[in-house]
């Protein structure tokens, strides 16, 4: 099935409740797919001022993604370590039963010199 990701891809922040609408939508797309979430931290609603339209997006997403044997999805979330650290701990707990960081793949920065030798491959 041909998916139109360019409609997809941003969760506008407008309107209380839209968030969760576009979300949903994304997520439903989805299926039969991987999701990748790049720089999932910037969805952190934060711990001091909460971002409601942030907060609405992970909880979107908590109650879509629930690791149920036969669904057809795979979602990635994406980032640095440290703030998807924060991340895990600012957000609802939720997130971070379904998204385990202790069993995250982790990808170590190259070197410059590594750079270098792919480049000249």
Request: aromatic content about 10%.
């Amino acid at each position: 099935m041909q998916r139109d990701w360019n409609k997809l891809w941003y969760v506008a922040m407008s309107v209380l409740g839209e968030s969760e609408q576009k979300t949903v939508a994304i997520l439903d797309a989805a299926v039969g797919c991987v999701l990748v979430i790049d720089e999932a931290y910037s969805l952190n609603p934060g711990s001091k001022f909460k971002d409601p339209y942030k907060d609405a997006v992970i909880d979107t997403i908590v109650a879509k993604v629930q690791g149920v044997p036969g669904d057809d999805r795979c979602v990635l979330l994406l980032g640095y370590e440290e703030p998807m650290q924060a991340l895990m701990r600012e957000a609802n707990p939720g997130l971070a039963r379904r998204f385990q960081l202790a069993n995250a793949w982790t990808f170590q920065d190259y070197k410059d010199e590594e750079l270098l030798a792919i480049m000249k491959e």
